[in-house]
């Protein structure tokens, strides 16, 4: 009888509470869903904001910030000939990145440690964008030993291949870039993301590697 | 029971809000912050309708209090976020909000003061020039004074060494380390040849280069002032040498393990002789020219932001020369000049709490200069000592309040033939600037400098005031004032004590557009002497002139793919009655007409850099001026104008591979380059003889310069270190 009673109580409470981490999963959800379709810094931008809106409400969710960094980093990407823009976006999403890497178990959780590093590389890039000549050296190090740390942690991450892959392609040959390779890699991240999802898990890649090989041919 | 104590409160409630509604004050207060909790100190708070207004304090808080009732507005705003407004309902006895702005992304591209000045650094953006572009301009010989040559402004001056600016003399440019004078930087000059630079432009990570209406916290330097801030703690340790046809140097730097200290020292070593026996030169060299340098660092960083930082730098040089007799050409005269010079620079810096800055400077500098020509016998030993503060307080944003004192003592003796020479001077200055942020498109820099020099026993007060006003288009407007004053030369000063410091006046209006990797600079000024030294029958202070032009400059890194190029165009318009100018004359070291290319280009496969430079500049006049004894006075004897200035210079850097195996791959490569690739013949005035009789074309001492060497480094990178350490 008692349980009878405590049934449907429990069963709205549940509801309750779940439609408010729907509420929560979905926005991100949506979020992420409009990511996918997203191709100009106007779009990232208005992105970027949504996510930053969705971190502070879920203050303990490391997806928000990692999706605003990866936002931060396209921007970067979006503006990469023209080195006045790019500082501020770079900043905030290291800072983001950083926020999302400390939302992490870093001894547990080492496939999401790698989405992060990888993001970070990208982020670490875009600083690159601002002045090659002076930024260079010091970015384009750190954004490649994220990449590399992001592949020891995860080797099959697709995302990473493709950073690996940007790398290949647009360093000069003598210092270690091989366009062939870069290709045989964007092909594979390609084929490892064939079957990505569309959650709220990171997938995104497949533009990107795209991108790369258009440009190879 | 119950019934009763909520029908309490609810009497209790309604007469305090009737106590309120009828005439009392409400307060508002809480606390403005950003998105990541930090407070934002000084954001102003207007209240509206009412218009009461207050801003935050420190803590981020503020507090208001108004008799409005109803509803009403607030509007937050503070530079750097987007303007809030609060709607609020004016009922409650206190209302506590907590404000949040965000910040605003177009405005972190703030205003900016630039008028008159170039500024080369690190942190340099998008077409911007970094200290690496400047100093890496084709032609420069390691000179970073050459190399801005090839920027607006300056006049190609071929024979001479050191920057003319804007209808200035080389004198009129003073180079500035860490905040202390470099009095010599250059070996000392040796009549129609440029003499090296004695500092390796490659120590500096930041160059402001100003044509004109530079900060209060510099003086003594009538038209352009060079700044120079040297790198901190090098990324990593690295050794270096080079090896070219006429100089070698090698170096090291050293980082500490803890990453907090580092040492390093050069050494630098040029003989000319050989290369001067392959390749013939005007002059006849009977002593090098030789050049010898070495220097140490060390940089040493102190708490959370101090930095202390020691430069030392020796160095001497061997010219001797023959060349034939201006007087009587079928002799020979000679002239060989031995210079040793030291500079020592001690610089500090640290932040002092939350909202100061100290920066302090102790420089000391050693020169010898001995020269021999016909009939000349010349020795002069000086020394400088400038001890140096600098205060700011930092406001909130960007604004700052900056003072600070400096101070020079200069003492000098020798022998000039039979005569002995010996001159102390002190010479004190004290300067304040504020740098104002009117609002987010405007912002301004005002400031005052005194100076006081013992040997002339007068003082000056200079005011300076710069103005910035960005647009919604990215493009900015700037205006600059100024007053800048500066001691007559020491050459002068040996001969005449009372004189005043000359003057100049400048008047600059700026414009410069910075997007897609592109740079636009368009700069027109009014210059306006006074007080220059004059010699008529006495040393005297009744010179005057002007100068007054029109510069561009766009630089383009963007439209073919590594590829880098800037184009200046100089117009410059100057007189000046000054020395043993019988009246006022355009100077015979100003052109109205300069245009400099430099290329850059990246052949990315190949491994290879292109450097090119060229400089157009139209002819200079030259006159023979001479004391007339029956005119009592100096005396045009001839004059004209030399013949079109056009020079290319060609610079080709080729990379290769070495120890591939090896973990920390060094660079290595090649490099070669041709002053004046196209052989032109540049004219840049004449020698004349005591009685006038003969002239004598100054010239280059040859036609062409050559150079090729081999260059390598080494580094250990260690950021995989610091990177293994932030992550755990």
Redesign the interface.
């Known amino acids: 009888m008692k349980k009878l009673i405590f049934s449907p109580l429990a069963i709205s409470f549940f509801c309750i509470s779940s439609f408010g981490q729907m509420q929560g999963a979905g926005a991100l959800e949506n979020a992420v869903a409009k990511l996918d379709g997203a191709r100009t810094a106007k779009e990232y931008?208005t992105l970027e904001k949504e996510f930053?809106r969705i971190a502070?409400s879920e203050p303990k969710d490391w997806l928000p910030n990692y999706y605003a960094a990866y936002c931060n980093a396209r921007i970067g990407f979006l503006y990469q000939?023209?080195?006045?823009?790019?500082?501020?976006?770079s900043e905030r999403g290291e800072?983001q990145a950083q926020k999302a890497q400390s939302l992490l178990d870093?001894l547990q959780q080492k496939k999401e440690l790698a989405e992060v590093y990888t993001v970070l590389s990208l982020v670490y890039r875009t600083r690159v964008f601002?002045?090659p000549?002076?930024y260079g050296?010091?970015f384009g190090?750190?954004s490649q030993?994220?990449r590399a740390?992001a592949q020891e942690l995860d080797p099959g991450n697709p995302r990473a291949i493709y950073v690996r892959a940007w790398e290949l392609y647009n360093i000069?040959?003598?210092w270690g870039g091989d366009k062939d390779q870069a290709k045989v890699l964007a092909n594979q991240s390609l084929h490892l993301l064939e079957n990505a999802g569309t959650g709220i898990q990171p997938h995104w890649g497949k533009a990107e590697d795209e991108e790369l090989l258009r440009k190879y041919k | 029971m119950e019934t009763n104590s909520i029908k309490y409160c609810i009497a209790t409630f309604l007469s305090l809000a009737l106590f309120q509604w009828a005439g009392a004050q409400q307060r508002i207060s809480g606390t403005v912050r950003d998105k990541n909790g930090e407070v934002i100190p000084s954001a102003a708070v207007v209240l509206s309708p009412g218009g009461e207004a207050t801003r935050t304090d420190s803590a981020g808080h503020f507090s208001l209090q108004t008799m409005a009732k109803g509803k009403a507005s607030l509007l937050f705003t503070s530079i750097g976020y987007k303007p809030l407004r609060k709607e609020i309902l004016l009922t409650e006895p206190a209302l506590q909000l907590d404000i949040i702005l965000s910040t605003n992304i177009q405005s972190l591209h703030a205003v900016t003061i630039s008028a008159g000045s170039f500024e080369a650094s690190d942190k340099a953006k998008g077409a911007s020039l970094t200290a690496i572009d400047a100093f890496t301009v084709a032609g420069n010989n390691a000179d970073l004074a050459m190399a801005l040559r090839s920027l607006p402004g300056a006049q190609q001056i071929g024979e001479l060494e050191g920057l003319f600016v804007r209808g200035g003399t080389g004198d009129e440019t003073k180079q500035f380390m860490d905040g202390t004078l470099i009095k010599n930087p250059n070996y000392p000059s040796v009549p129609g040849v440029q003499q090296y630079a004695r500092l390796n432009p490659i120590l500096f990570k930041g160059i402001l280069f100003s044509s004109g209406g530079y900060s209060a916290t510099y003086g003594q330097a009538m038209s352009s002032a060079l700044i120079l801030e040297s790198a901190d703690l090098p990324e990593k340790s690295s050794a270096y040498f080079s090896v070219f046809s006429a100089n070698q140097s090698a170096g090291m730097q050293k980082l500490a393990r803890n990453g907090r200290s580092s040492y390093g020292v050069t050494v630098r070593y040029s003989n000319q002789a050989l290369y001067n026996s392959i390749v013939p030169q005007g002059p006849d060299y009977f002593r090098g020219p030789e050049y010898r340098e070495g220097d140490a660092n060390f940089r040493i960083k102190r708490g959370k932001t101090g930095m202390l930082k020691f430069y030392t730098n020796w160095n001497s040089s061997d010219v001797g020369m023959r060349n034939p007799d201006i007087d009587s050409p079928s002799l020979r005269s000679s002239y060989r000049v031995r210079g040793m010079n030291s500079y020592n620079n001690l610089s500090y810096r640290d932040r002092l709490g939350q909202d100061w800055k100290l920066e302090t400077g102790l420089a000391y500098d050693h020169n010898r200069v001995h020269t021999e020509e016909k009939n000349n016998q010349r020795q002069i030993f000086s020394d400088l000592v400038q001890g140096r503060v600098v205060l700011t307080r930092q406001f909130s944003n960007n604004q700052a309040l900056r003072f600070g004192a400096e101070h020079f003592y200069s003492r000098d003796h020798g022998r000039s033939n039979d005569s002995a020479i010996a001159l102390t001077d002190h010479l004190t200055a004290g300067f304040a600037e504020a740098d104002l942020y009117l609002s987010e498109q405007l912002a301004a820099r005002a400031g005052v400098r005194a100076e006081y020099s013992s040997v002339p026993g007068r003082g000056t007060v200079a005011p300076r005031l710069s103005l910035a006003w960005r647009m919604k288009d990215g493009g900015q407007f700037n205006l600059a004032y100024g007053i800048f004053y500066q001691e007559p030369s020491d050459d002068v000063l040996y001969q005449a004590r009372d004189l005043r410091f000359s003057g100049a006046t400048h008047y600059i209006l700026n414009y410069i557009k910075k997007a897609n990797n592109r740079l636009f600079r368009i700069e027109a000024y009014d210059k306006e002497y006074k007080d220059l030294v004059k010699i008529a029958t006495l040393i005297g202070n009744g010179g005057k002139g002007y100068a007054r032009g029109m510069e561009v400059f766009f630089r383009d890194k963007r439209s073919v793919r590594n590829l880098d190029y800037w184009v200046t165009y100089t117009y410059l318009d100057t007189r000046r009655d000054y020395w043993n100018y019988p009246y006022a004359l355009r100077p015979s070291f100003a052109t109205p007409h300069t245009a400099t290319v430099a290329i850059k280009k990246n052949f990315q496969e190949l491994n290879t850099f292109v450097n090119i430079s060229y400089a157009f500049a139209t002819g200079r006049p030259y006159y023979d001026i001479r004391y007339s004894a029956p005119d009592k006075g100096y005396k045009i004897y001839d004059q004209g104008t030399t013949k079109n200035y056009s020079v290319l210079n060609l610079q080709v850097a080729h990379l290769v591979s070495i120890l591939r195996k090896s973990k920390q791959r060094p660079v290595a490569g090649f490099s070669a380059g041709v002053n004046n690739i196209l052989g032109a013949h540049p004219l840049f005035g004449y020698n004349y003889s005591a009685d006038g009789g003969i002239k004598m074309p100054v010239t280059l001492p040859a036609t062409r310069y050559y150079y090729i060497g081999f260059f390598m480094s080494f580094g250990i990178d260690r950021t995989t270190d610091l990177l293994n350490n932030d992550a755990n």
Not at chain 1, 81 to 89: Q, V
């Open positions: 931008e930053v502070a000939d023209d080195g006045e823009e790019i500082e501020p976006y800072k870093t601002i002045n000549m002076t050296r010091k190090t750190l030993q994220y740390r000069p040959k003598m």
